[in-house]
């Protein structure tokens, strides 16, 4: 049983040997414990500080790439590299290394394919009460849109199985945490939760730059991501919207029309057959647009299995 920690790293050359020695290098039930960072283009002394550390594997994105395509990369090498166990914790030191056993104990119990790190972010002193509630506010949509109940929704600190990680399609520029609990949600992956500690602020956060970006970046992942798993819900939504919206207009018009009026109230048939049309159309963009669906899940299988055959190759060179 091979456990891989991945660290995305971009700048972290003063945080990076606290987080390295805050992960435990033995843990009951894996044979192997191996570190892996990604560095996402950092301009900083971050790979050579890795290399002094005696970090176990060091990939290294050319540019900065972002957070959920360097997450990417790393869980394909984590993978490639023969893990069982993938965790995936930030180099900021913002988690607790020492708390990764309790992380994947459920993994090993085979209670779950995924385990996601609650932080419990009501108590963290340095985060604002704004932060606290866009936190819990997310963690309650994520919930409703992917099934999948864990209080802590865009929490960073995570383990995934291999089974779990040979799933994972991650597109995402942005927000990594959500997509990928609502792709967990949606291929019916089991999927923990257990609390965890954190460490004091050692910087601040990347991600959470400004509210009014955070929330725009948050819902468009959301809606995107729910959009790709769900079309023919969200555009018959849609369509029942518009479709309503333009019979209220025509009911109106033919109640003028039937008690002699009908003549001042086109401006009604006009707008109510507008919206109907619209609705319509958007019908039709439902139907299409879950045949696609259907067509990417072909693909997902496709890609997940000539997943499998990469790494049984190299399984095959190895001995």
């Avoid at 729910?226 to 969200?234: F, I, K």
Wanted: contains cysteine; charged residues 25%; glycine residues 6%.
């Amino acid at each position: 049983m091979k456990l891989i920690v991945q660290i995305p790293c971009y700048n972290e050359e003063h945080t990076l040997p606290a987080t390295f020695n805050d992960i435990p290098k033995e843990i009951e039930g894996v044979d192997t414990v191996e570190i892996m960072i990604i560095d996402d283009g950092s301009t900083d002394k971050t790979i050579e500080v890795a290399e002094k550390l005696g970090v176990d594997h060091i990939v290294v994105n050319k540019n900065n790439r972002g957070l959920a395509r360097t997450f990417r990369k790393g869980m394909d090498e984590c993978l490639k590299r023969g893990a069982d166990i993938i965790v995936n914790t930030d180099g900021d030191n913002q988690y607790a290394g020492w708390d990764i056993p309790k992380l994947i104990q459920p993994i090993l119990d085979g209670k779950a394919d995924v385990v996601v790190g609650d932080r419990k972010t009501s108590q963290i002193a340095h985060f604002s009460p704004v932060k606290k509630f866009l936190q819990r506010l997310g963690s309650f949509v994520v919930r409703q849109l992917s099934g999948v109940s864990v209080p802590d929704a865009v929490s960073g600190f995570r383990a995934y199985s291999r089974e779990a990680s040979l799933q994972m399609n991650i597109v995402s520029p942005f927000s990594y945490t959500i997509e990928a609990l609502i792709q967990a949600g949606k291929k019916h992956m089991a999927v923990a939760s257990v609390p965890v500690e954190t460490n004091d602020k050692t910087r601040e956060s990347r991600l959470f730059t400004s509210i009014p970006k955070f929330i725009e970046r948050q819902l468009t992942t959301i809606v995107r991501m729910y959009a790709m798993y769900q079309p023919l819900r969200v555009f018959f939504f849609i369509g029942l919207v518009l479709s309503v919206a333009g019979a209220i207009p025509i009911l109106r018009f033919l109640y003028f029309y039937f008690t002699g009026d009908g003549s001042g109230h086109i401006q009604s048939l006009i707008l109510g057959g507008t919206l109907t049309i619209l609705g319509f159309i958007s019908f039709l963009i439902a139907l299409v647009a879950d045949l696609i669906n259907f067509n990417r899940l072909l693909i997902e299988q496709t890609l997940e299995k000539v997943r499998r055959i990469e790494l049984s190759q190299l399984d095959d060179k190895k001995d």
